[in-house]
């Protein structure tokens, strides 16, 4: 079974913190993504990586930023965290073939005080 | 862009019932999936049609895909309480299929 592995369950930032949230999966898959999910708005994909180093920014980007230097690892980074980027953080990978369904971790729940 | 539209948001109904999930979506896509998320988890797939499928099964689980009308359902038979969680499905477009976009999800709630 494909495990995805999120680094933090629960996670308590003050504003203007830097804030990495880490994603390692283990089945070699090429496409790595991280969503964000609020109530009454689904997931909204961030940002997401078909190849290390590569990445391709999603629906909602803006004041995230992210890093692939190893396949396996995917990082979603909050350069100046704000209140409202208080979220559940949902990363998920899959292999590249067109019908493939996504493997999603357990989320990091978020909050910017 | 919310692509997939669920109704109802949420369903409560007795252990033993059928529950029906309907997906509702926009534009053109190249497959369908639905995915269930216990509480403060990750979502779990389970099942996927392709556009060019009607109908697919997966033990208790149904679903079906109607592309001139643009919409999809889920179907849980006998259900049971461990069904009890949020489901959503997810469009996949034509042109970068691996960009899933997902609906609010469906609340079911299983009473036993």
């Known amino acids: 079974d494909v495990k995805v592995t999120q680094s933090s369950r629960y996670l308590v930032k003050r504003t203007g913190e830097k804030v990495f949230l880490e994603c390692v999966q283990d089945m070699d898959h090429e496409n790595m993504f991280w969503y964000r999910q609020d109530p009454g708005l689904g997931l909204r994909l961030i940002y997401f990586s078909y190849d290390v180093k590569m990445k391709e920014k999603g629906d909602i980007p803006e004041g995230y930023s992210v890093s692939r230097e190893k396949k396996e690892r995917f990082s979603l980074i909050l350069e100046s965290a704000s209140t409202n980027q208080t979220s559940m953080y949902l990363c998920?990978?899959?292999?590249?073939?067109?019908?493939?369904?996504?493997?999603f971790g357990n989320g990091t729940r978020l909050t910017v005080t | 862009s919310q692509q997939g539209e669920e109704d109802p948001q949420a369903l409560s109904i007795q252990e033993g019932e059928n529950a029906t999930m309907n997906c509702s979506y926009k534009?053109?896509?190249?497959?369908l999936q639905w995915y269930r998320q216990n509480s403060g988890r990750g979502l779990v797939h389970l099942i996927l049609i392709r556009s060019n499928e009607r109908e697919k099964h997966s033990g208790r689980l149904r679903v079906t895909l109607d592309t001139s009308k643009k919409s999809s359902s889920l179907l849980i038979t006998a259900s049971r309480a461990a069904d009890t969680a949020s489901y959503f499905c997810?469009?996949?477009?034509?042109?970068?299929?691996?960009?899933?976009?997902f609906g609010q999800g469906t609340r079911l709630t299983i009473n036993p």
């Open positions: 997810a469009t996949a477009p034509p042109q970068g299929a691996q960009k899933l976009v």
């Open positions: 998920a990978s899959t292999s590249p073939t067109g019908a493939s369904p996504l493997h």
């Open positions: 534009t053109s896509i190249n497959n």
